[in-house]
């Protein structure tokens, strides 16, 4: 997939004229003077010769110096110039798809190129290349599954791994596998890029290798925390609660959080004494967000302040999600705090989002309109727009946690660390001094981890380990302790457990039928088998649907002073089948007869759906339906009723979605005239609020699936479904014949199942004839 082919002498100085020739252009000598002004040009020599003569080289850089869009383009015109163009095949791999294509347009406008002629990109399903690609801009995860099919990067002369200081999963596991390619690969050159810090943890790492630091050049940047802003904008923080941080009742709030927010920061709780010296508005400032609720307020008035009261210069908004980014934009466009409209360019800018417009991102507006950034912390160190002047930090990103004693993994804001917040301060002085607010007080700041925790010690690793099966990269704790930072032993064992406990492991830890087909898909191994049973039994529209809820987002919004009326059109599409997840395929099908008539805007609306979540949705479903096109478990050509006979029917759908979402399972257990629920990790649970099932006394069925647990006053199961024992008896887990010989075990003997010996035959053999279908 990525090797790049390789041609002729002829070609070779082919090249070379064309490269020249582009050199006389005006775009191109325009650019140029661009690029000789960054500090990576004065690098240029030295870092060619590192690059000849060491085997692996780490650059480290402040963020905008010029890294990404240059030194691999400094490989490929040295490489062309020395007319080994044709010869060679330049890889460098981006955490994020938006980065991959940003940085290869670039480079291709840089050089007078049409994208994806000599510089192209690949992402998962998607591309933009040709034969003349000789530098490839690729996703982390693209050149992971390449290394499937090729596992010594033959054809590849230069790879180039970039953002590496984010200690990101797929980065960090790329490496293990690199330092052990490149004995057996000596012509191959490697080079890691990373922002200023801790450069030297990955020189160790390749034995020592060189370093080249490439100095930064930035201005100033003055700061105010919470105390200066709320002063400087006098904005007056509504008192939602009477409950200071550390009350125990501010537990009662459904805030989504493993830990309460502020203990996570300060281990003696005794948070009233870090307070001393602040007034009441930055209490409640401060309290409100601990909470995860975000003032949007506080950020819509900061913005209002800088617009009247500070200089020109673009604003950039650190922002934790799409949720805050959009609100926001509804809340500037709504309250026209602004003034004229025309005198202000607000634009979102978010990792999921498919494209960017560049020119609008990176080109200096007209004079007297100011540019306004709404982002994520993919503009931390991924993204570099110029003219920034002013930064809003809120204090938080959305990062995944996971803790293995409960088994439970959250995707939610929590504090940044130390580095991000400077990095974040950074972003400010590319271009003349500037300012950053920071929307949270100055202990904060001082609580702060040093660094961030890297992925791989904060994120289940159930599809890392299947990654590592399906390289053939031996046994999987040996592999994973050979990591810059390995994880822990128990999240090692938990992630090889459920692998064994879906059937993609075997005993010996050797990948099943099911477990290679797993290893095909990109996707969580869960997900991968709801839609591999989705497409075997012929529910396929469901299936699909509720696989890209899963693996994008929840569509269902909820509006804060309508809550009771966005849970009636919930509960209308989940009709009487006690299933979120049902709801969610109502729902879907509902938007798309909408969309059939143009009216979709509006049935979001009434049914509170998000719109954008709804056509993400519809994207990945696609995307899905290519992935199991790919593995021949769909045949396109069929139509999609070739797929879907049992679609519409309930009790068959809900058994797909317990082969899907176990061994997420909870009990139902009749106390009365109400159901209390269990799980087998963590005892007693409830059912989330905004479920359809909340509320519901007796359920019909003894048994409930459920997407994820979430812990906060209680620990909540969320979108649940609830399901018979016939559909676990078929797709639940391994089944283990009790030790009084009067049923069947599952979950290590947590669930009981009796049954006769006729019965326990029967199910037995389907089961056989279910893993021949999977054997082919
Ligand atoms: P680094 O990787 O060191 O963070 P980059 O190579 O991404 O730096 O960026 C170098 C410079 O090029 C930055 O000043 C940035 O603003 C500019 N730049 C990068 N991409 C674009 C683009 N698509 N359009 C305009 N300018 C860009
Ligand atoms: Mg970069």
């Known amino acids: 997939l990525l090797e ?287 909470g995860s609720q975000l003032d949007l307020g506080l950020v819509e008035a900061t913005i209002e302040h800088i617009c009247r009261h500070e200089g020109s210069g673009a604003i950039l908004v650190f922002l934790t999600g799409w949720d805050d980014i959009s609100k926001l934009l509804d809340k500037l466009k709504a309250n026209n705090i602004l003034g004229d409209p025309n005198k202000f360019l607000v634009i979102p800018l978010h990792g999921s989002m498919p494209t960017i417009n560049q020119r609008e991102i990176f080109d200096r507006p007209p004079p007297n309109v100011r540019k306004i950034v709404l982002a994520t912390n993919i503009a931390e160190s991924s993204i570099t727009i110029d003219d920034v002047v002013y930064v809003i930090d809120c204090g938080k990103a959305k990062e995944t946690s996971y803790d293995a004693l409960n088994k439970l993994a959250c995707l939610l804001p929590s504090w940044i660390s130390k580095a991000s917040a400077h990095q974040r301060r950074g972003r400010a002085g590319r271009v003349q001094p500037g300012v950053c607010y920071r929307l949270y007080p100055k202990m904060i700041h001082d609580a702060m981890l040093q660094y961030q925790l890297p992925e791989m010690l904060r994120t289940p690793l159930q599809e890392l380990c299947l990654h590592i099966k399906s390289l053939q990269l031996g046994l999987i704790g040996t592999f994973l302790a050979k990591a810059l930072q390995p994880p822990d032993a128990l999240s090692v064992e938990n992630a090889i457990e459920l692998l064994k406990t879906i059937g993609a492991l075997d005993d010996r830890e050797e990948l099943t039928p099911l477990g290679r087909h797993l290893c095909t898909l990109p996707l969580d191994p869960n997900i991968g088998k709801m839609l591999l049973m989705g497409s075997i039994f012929q529910c396929l529209n469901p299936a699909l649907t509720i696989a890209a809820a899963l693996a994008h987002r929840n569509p269902f919004v909820l509006p804060i002073n309508r809550k009771e009326e966005a849970d009636d059109a919930k509960r209308s599409f989940a009709g009487d089948s006690c299933s979120d997840h049902i709801a969610l395929v109502k729902a879907f099908e509902g938007w798309k007869d909408a969309k059939r008539n143009r009216k979709e805007k509006a049935f979001c609306w009434e049914n509170f759906l998000s719109p954008v979540t709804m056509q993400m949705m519809e994207d990945m479903r696609n995307q899905f339906l290519d992935l199991l096109s790919g593995i021949g478990f769909v045949d396109k050509s069929r139509g999609a009723n070739a797929y879907n006979q049992y679609s519409d029917d309930l009790e068959m759908v809900c058994a797909i979605l317990c082969a899907g979402l176990y061994p997420n399972v909870v009990q139902c257990k009749r106390r009365g005239k109400r159901t209390a629920l269990y799980t087998k990790e963590v005892g007693k649970v409830d059912i989330h609020p905004a479920s359809v099932n909340a509320g519901v006394h007796l359920f019909p069925l003894p048994y409930m699936v459920y997407s994820e647990k979430v812990k906060t006053s209680s620990i909540y199961v969320r979108d649940s479904t609830n399901i018979s024992d016939y559909a676990l008896l078929m797709f639940g887990g391994n089944l283990i014949p009790s030790k009084n010989g009067d049923g069947i075990e599952m979950l290590g003997g947590y669930l009981h199942f009796s049954a006769s010996k006729t019965v326990l035959d029967l199910i037995r053999k389907l089961r056989g004839e279910l893993d021949k279908l999977l054997t082919r």
Not at 207 to 220: D, V
């Open 4 to 290: 790049i082919h390789t041609a002729s002498e002829g070609l070779n100085i082919e090249l070379k004229q064309k490269q020249e020739k582009m050199r006389e252009s005006d775009s191109v000598k325009a650019m140029l003077a661009f690029r000789e002004k960054l500090p990576a040009f004065k690098v240029k020599s030295e870092f060619l010769k590192a690059v000849a003569a060491n085997q692996v080289l780490v650059v480290s850089g402040e963020t905008g110096c010029g890294k990404t869009t240059q030194l691999p383009q400094f490989i490929l015109e040295e490489e062309i110039s020395s007319l080994r163009g044709a010869n060679c095949s330049i890889i460098c791999t981006q955490p994020r798809r938006i980065s991959a294509i940003s940085v290869a347009a670039r480079i291709s406008s840089e050089r007078g190129e049409k994208l994806g002629e000599t510089v192209g990109y690949q992402i998962r399903l998607e591309s933009k290349r040709s034969a003349q690609t000789r530098l490839l801009f690729c996703t982390t995860g693209v050149l992971l599954r390449q290394l499937v099919q090729d596992p010594e990067l033959t054809g590849i002369t230069h790879l180039l791994v970039d953002e590496i200081h984010e200690r990101g999963m797929n980065e960090d596991f790329l490496l293990i596998i690199l330092r052990d390619i490149l004995p057996r690969r000596p012509d191959l050159r490697l080079i890691l890029m990373s922002a200023t810090i801790n450069a030297d943890l990955f020189s160790k790492y390749f034995g020592s290798a060189p370093t080249i630091h490439i100095p930064g050049l930035t201005f100033p940047v003055q700061e105010f925390y919470l105390e200066d802003v709320l002063e400087k904008t006098r904005y007056v923080v509504k008192p939602e609660s009477d409950s200071f941080p550390g009350n125990s009742r501010r537990g009662q709030r459904q805030q989504e959080s493993k830990k309460d927010p502020l203990t996570e920061l300060f281990e003696d709780a005794d948070i009233d004494a870090h307070y001393k010296g602040y007034s009441t508005n930055t209490r409640r400032s401060l309290e409100a967000w601990s």
